[in-house]
């Protein structure tokens, strides 16, 4: 879009702000700059933007202005942009057929009649107006046309009346809105052969029974006003966009009007100028005028909270780091034109509706804040606090147990915490008065429930069964004490009968005992516990009097799994019992197992007590990359090496990474030889030939010190 530097400082007082100022704030207000050209005749100076396609209320001068009157906090002249207290005849006498506000399809409509034009020579100002544009001058009402599209965005029809036979009527200054598909008068306008009689849109203006137009596709060219002209009907309009929306994608008509049908904010102000400037410029008489306008459903206002906005913004630049006040950002809302109140620390926004096209969310309004109060003024950094993580560990834990089982394959059950009295255990919890006998006493572990669950996934034939639980389990603390603990466990089934193939033409063979342990060592390995495998080794064993008291398990194929460090029980897996699964129809190469979960998350080992999350930012430069190829004997540890390399300190090397390996043997001694490549990069700047000077230095000086110690060679 192309502005005038005078025209936009009539509209704006820019008189304290210089061109250069002005174009660097419009670009940090998030506008592109295509050009600036400076005229001699007349004397001005042309600013080329371009406007984004979410902000239609930029693309004429009024908007600009108004948008610019908000960055810089400058007031508009209202002398040269209001003209709604114009007075004008405002009657219904020339609405027949339809009444323009029982239409849904119109936003606004603005039809005018004007009769006994003596003047059609276009004031010099005028000319001066669209030479500005490069728009060159026909006729007074043309140029107006011009001129009120250039100004307000807005698109009006003119059509010359006396050309229009007013024998066809019986009543004068008839206009009427039609249905397309009840008339063919649209031939005369659209002469392309379309089929659009058959469709709902468009609607027809007629004027005596004469169509001006087919509304938001095509005037009657046949009517348009010449120098000799002397009566008038005007016709301003905009449509809903969903009337634009349905000629274009039923009728597969581009409308003309498409984007000035957007832009209904200055609509009256638009058609009340275009009166005033053609009664005043053309000495004519206005006959009548009608106007109307469809209520809006008022918006909803958004509601945001000053720490949202200063959370998402950061703090300024200053001596001393702030965040934007209550303060500050009522200023903004103000300088906005955004009207607000505060309710318990709450900002409650209601959006001006030339701006509800492009701000429908909370980020919109920050964005709109940070905008005008200046990008430029916030510390764009990353914090350098470390944020820690205020999630229980224990919880976590078991987050990171249910997902990794998952991944692996498991499906997660859950299972009621009361259960039928099975046996006499004095350890077990009962209730005093049960509601039912099957939920008498508290569960004193999960596998009595995942057993049950395999069962009747069996008997449901669903073969393939391999689920997990994590739950809490209830025990008295001994036998003369009625404390009751709770713990946390985790128990799991594994069978699966075609688990593997070692050939495509083997048959399946079934999941093993060690197969089974091996997924449980993957789980352990996933979440980085540290455990021992207790293998029972003859019956003397305390494990082994320990195990008679799971009659769940097989007592020959069963393991308890402590802790490595500590060698603390923590859980125990093996095969299920076989009379058990007899009994229970199920398949007897089924493996079970059941953890202490507090007991397992003792054998991780954590640097912290909390995990720390550190935000690092990435370095924008290019980075250099060094290959060096290391002679090693059989014996040598390339982790030797990469010590070596990082007790330089060089704070430019990035990463260190093995590329390649060669080995030779003989029959004396066998020689390797290994490629590392070390990438060097700076976080605040690019490489110089200084630094990389240094760079081979160090790497010859490593060279050298490898080789006297007769470790390495090049």
Known sequence: MKVSWKLLNQIVDLNNITLTEFTNKL???????????????????????????????????????????????????????????????????????????????????????????????????????????????????NDIIEYIQIKWGQTLEIFDTKTIDTNKTKEPNTINLLDIQKNELYKEIITETKDIQSNKYPYILTYNQQPLSVLGIKPNTNLT??????????????????????????????????????????FINASNETIYLILHLSKGYLVSSYQTKKISTPSLPLIISKDEINNILGPTINETPKYLSETDISNI????????????????????????NDITRNIDIIEEIGRIYGFNNFIDRLPSKYTYNKTPKLITFIRKIKTTLRNIGLHEVVHYSLRKK?????????????????????????????????????????????????????????????????????????????????S????????????????????????????????????????????????????????????????????????????????????????IFELNITKLLNTIQYTHNKAEYIIKPYSNYPYVTRDITFLLNDKSNIEYIKNKITETKN??????????????????????????????????????????????ENINQLMLIESKNETLTE
């Open 333 to 356: 809302l103000k300088q906005l034109k955004f009207q607000y109140y505060i309710s318990k620390n709450l900002f409650n926004i209601k959006i001006p509706q030339y701006r509800l």
């Open 422 to 502: 099975l046996h006499q255990n004095q350890n077990a919890v009962s209730l005093y008065n049960p509601l039912l006998e099957e939920q008498s006493q508290l569960r004193t572990n999960l596998l009595n429930n995942i057993i049950n669950t395999k069962k009747y996934n069996t008997q449901q034939k669903n073969w393939l069964t391999e689920i997990f639980e994590v739950g809490t389990t209830f025990h008295k603390a001994s036998r003369q004490s009625n404390q009751i603990e709770e713990k946390i466990h985790l128990a799991g089934l594994l069978s699966n009968t075609n688990y593997i193939k070692y």
């Open 504 to 591: 495509w033409s083997d048959t399946p063979q079934p999941l093993t005992w060690f197969h089974a342990k091996g997924q449980l060592e993957e789980f352990f390995e996933r979440i980085n516990a540290n455990i021992q495998w207790l293998v029972i080794n003859n019956k003397k064993d305390a494990s082994y009097e320990k195990l008679k008291m799971y009659k769940l398990f097989h007592t020959q194929r069963t393991t308890f799994i402590v802790n490595k460090y500590t060698l603390e029980e923590i859980g125990i897996f093996g095969q299920i019992n076989l009379k058990l699964a007899k009994s229970y129809n199920i398949n007897p190469l089924t493996y």
């Open 27 to 141: 670009t940090l207000a998030g506008f592109e700059v295509e050009s600036i050209n400076h005229r001699k005749n007349p004397t001005d100076i042309i600013i080329d933007l371009n406007i984004t396609s979410n902000r239609p209320d930029l693309s004429y001068l009024v908007g600009l202005a108004r948008e610019v009157s908000i960055i810089f906090n400058k007031k508009l002249n209202r002398s040269i942009i209001d003209f709604k207290d114009l007075n004008q005849l405002d009657t219904n006498k020339t609405c027949h057929n339809k009444k323009f506000e029982t239409i849904q399809d119109i936003n606004y409509i603005n039809i005018s009649i004007i009769d006994d034009i003596q003047n059609m020579t276009t004031p010099t100002w005028l000319q001066n107006f669209l030479n500005t544009y490069d728009i060159e001058s026909h006729n007074l009402l």
């Open 225 to 266: 006003p010449n120098f000799y002209t002397s009566s008038i009907v005007i016709i301003q309009y905009t449509c809903t966009n969903q009337y634009i929306r349905n000629i274009n994608q039923f009728l597969q008509i581009k409308p003309v009007k498409y984007i000035q049908d957007q832009i209904s904010h200055d």
């Open 651 to 696: 704070s430019l090397i990035e990463s260190i990474e093995i590329i390649n390996e060669y080995t030779q043997h003989s029959t004396e001694i066998s020689i390797r030889r290994i490629c590392i490549r070390i990438t060097y990069r700076a976080h605040n700047r690019t490489l110089n030939n200084q630094d990389i000077a240094k760079i081979n």
